[in-house]
């Protein structure tokens, strides 16, 4: 039979081994935290693949950071087409960013804005921003039922939940409750970093050691926006089977009359913000697959530029959309590496040759 003290000593043990266990858990989780806030901050690399919409939750990528900042946004699209690091190249005096998120459109992107100023301040707002336009992003017309960003900010935010009530969206200040329970959501999903940035730890030090593979492509898939890049492109079959189903249908039959006021208005409103903030705007429509470009019903795509250009009035605007030939595709929608540099050269030497003229 187990005396007491033994049964006492027992239990002290294992409280001990649990509370050293719970505090060597806490202190890994914070020295992760560390690596991964060095590894996004100070060494650029991107930590949110799988979930870029939770990007915006993140202090560290905003608070100060906006001035000599080119913010690029946009959907899907958007990400793969533009490349942060080569802008550089033709604009030595801006620092790019991507901040575009798939299954997304314009209101996605004056959410986005209004958060980044509410919660962190102007001085998070970027110097000029880049917003790549689709027809799918313009029409607003998704796969998904829900913006990720309004749901992710909904969830995880400590500060704001988005009010739509089919109307504008709205930034609706969270109570102390709600702000706690999202504390903890998004503490919880900041863990999905820690393993891309100890990935990034491994290619800082072989950089360190051998400067030449800084460069290197295949080193930074898992760390740049690109989902696409590095895959093997789609076959035509495949692309046009993915462009006669689901949501594309609804797209190339888009009556653009019906949503003209809410184009107009959506527009009108980033064109507004950025000018009252001195945000240098530049509007590029993206390049499509000829096969996208085959199946608009006859007049759509004319409209959809018609009222862009009328609501852009005098913002800087570049069409990209026969830029590019089917080659220079990884999917229906996508770029390939390779097009994404045409893209994005393109892109900055417009913006190179504006900001020449406007000095």
Same mark, same amino acid.
């Given at each position: 039979?187990?005396?007491?003290? /033994? ?52 202090? !560290? ?73 689709? $027809? ?33 969206? /709205?930034?609706?200040?969270? $109570?102390?409750? /709600?702000?706690?329970?999202? *504390? ?76 003209? !006021? ?8 980033? %064109?507004?913000?950025?000018? *009252? ?20 019903? $006859?007049? %759509? ?17 570049? !069409? ?40």
């Amino acid at each position: 039979m187990t005396s007491f003290t /033994e049964r006492f000593s027992r239990s002290i043990l294992i409280i001990a081994a649990t509370g050293y266990t719970l505090v060597a858990g806490l202190l890994s989780c914070l020295a992760l935290e560390r690596l991964a806030r060095w590894v996004e901050v100070y060494q650029g690399d991107y930590l949110w693949r799988e979930q870029e919409y939770m990007q915006i939750l993140v202090p !560290d990528l905003y608070v100060g950071k906006g001035p000599g900042r080119l913010l690029l946004c946009g959907s899907s699209e958007a990400r793969e087409a533009f490349l942060p690091d080569r802008f550089g190249r033709h604009l030595p005096s801006l620092r790019a960013y991507q901040n575009s998120s798939a299954h997304s459109g314009l209101p996605d992107l004056l959410v986005m804005l209004r958060y980044k100023e509410r919660v962190y301040g102007t001085q998070a707002l970027p110097e000029a921003m880049v917003v790549g336009i689709t $027809t799918r992003y313009i029409s607003n017309i998704q796969s998904i039922p829900m913006s990720l960003l309004f749901d992710g900010i909904n969830r995880f935010s400590p500060h704001f939940r988005i009010k739509t009530n089919g109307g504008q969206p /709205e930034l609706i200040r969270k $109570t102390f409750a /709600e702000s706690l329970v999202s *504390r903890a959501r998004l503490t919880r999903m900041l863990t999905f970093r820690y393993r891309p940035a100890l990935y990034g730890l491994m290619r800082a030090l072989l950089v360190s050691l051998r400067p030449e593979l800084a460069h290197d492509f295949h080193l930074r898939i898992g760390l740049t926006p690109s989902r696409f890049h590095h895959r093997t492109p789609w076959k035509p079959e495949e692309r046009r089977t993915y462009l006669e189903e689901g949501n594309w249908r609804s797209v190339h039959g888009w009556d653009v009359a019906r949503d003209r !006021d809410r184009i107009h208005r959506d527009l009108a409103e980033l %064109v507004d913000f950025a000018a *009252r903030r001195g945000i240098a705007l530049y509007v590029v429509n993206l390049p499509e697959l000829s096969g996208n470009r085959a199946l608009y019903q $006859t007049g %759509v795509y004319e409209a959809y530029l018609r009222e862009v250009d009328k609501a852009l009035s005098r913002t800087p605007f570049l !069409d990209l959309r026969g830029f590019l030939p089917d080659e220079n595709f990884y999917d229906a929608t996508h770029l390939t590496l390779a097009g994404s540099v045409k893209v994005t050269d393109r892109v900055a030497q417009f913006i190179a040759a504006d900001r020449a003229e406007a000095r």
